[in-house]
């Protein structure tokens, strides 16, 4: 039974979007999400995925972090980089640039300016984090982005766009970002991470 993570057009979740540039910088701006003020609707974390400028808006995100070592247990899906111990919880970490279209059978390792975003999950998800190659920037826009409509893109994962310069930059719905079977079986990987991790735990 073929796994759902294994899509023959993975592509199709930035379907009709068109295609923008890159970025530069390591977490420069962890106070941004500590600025009430800036986390705001129209405030976004600006990364790349596969050559698309991508952004998540900062109120969708808990925190930026380094890349750290992951747990990575045999036979985890391709769009699964692994497990973060996030103080003592499996946190899944879902690889963007496998998750919104890279055909490769092997994906490049993560360079050293790599990034996990933690997001803020909506009512009823869990936590998950985002391996991108870097977070270049966080801006504002004084437009609203342009909507994008659900059926333009697999599950309405991309929910607008905005105009930064020369580039068009795809805001991304986190919420939307996996399908409802997607989300069940990445919460039963994700529990039995959790075991593992407290087979590891040690009183003293």
């Not at 790599?114 to 998950?128: C, D, M, N, S, Y």
Request: hydrophobic share 45%.
């Amino acid at each position: 039974m073929q796994s759902i993570w294994q899509r023959q057009n993975v592509q199709s979740r930035l379907n009709n979007i068109n295609i923008g540039c890159r970025g530069a910088a390591p977490l420069a701006f962890p106070h941004v999400l500590r600025d009430k003020k800036r986390m705001q609707s129209n405030v976004f974390a600006v990364f790349e995925v596969n050559g698309t400028s991508c952004a998540l808006r900062t109120d969708e995100v808990a925190e930026f972090l380094p890349l750290p070592r992951l747990s990575r247990p045999p036979s985890l899906p391709r769009m699964i980089a692994g497990f973060l111990n996030l103080a003592g919880t499996a946190i899944p970490v879902i690889d963007m640039d496998a998750l919104l279209g890279s055909s490769r059978d092997a994906l490049a390792e993560p360079g050293p300016y790599a990034h996990l975003i933690l997001t803020r999950p909506a009512a009823g998800q869990k936590t998950v984090a985002l391996l991108v190659k870097r977070v270049s920037e966080v801006i504002s826009s004084k437009e609203a982005p342009q909507p994008v409509s659900d059926d333009k893109t697999l599950n309405g994962c991309v929910s607008g766009i905005i105009e930064i310069g020369s580039r068009s930059v795809h805001i991304l719905a986190s919420e939307r970002l996996l399908l409802e079977a997607e989300r069940q079986e990445l919460a039963a990987l994700t529990a039995a991470a959790q075991v593992r991790l407290g087979e590891w735990h040690v009183t003293h």
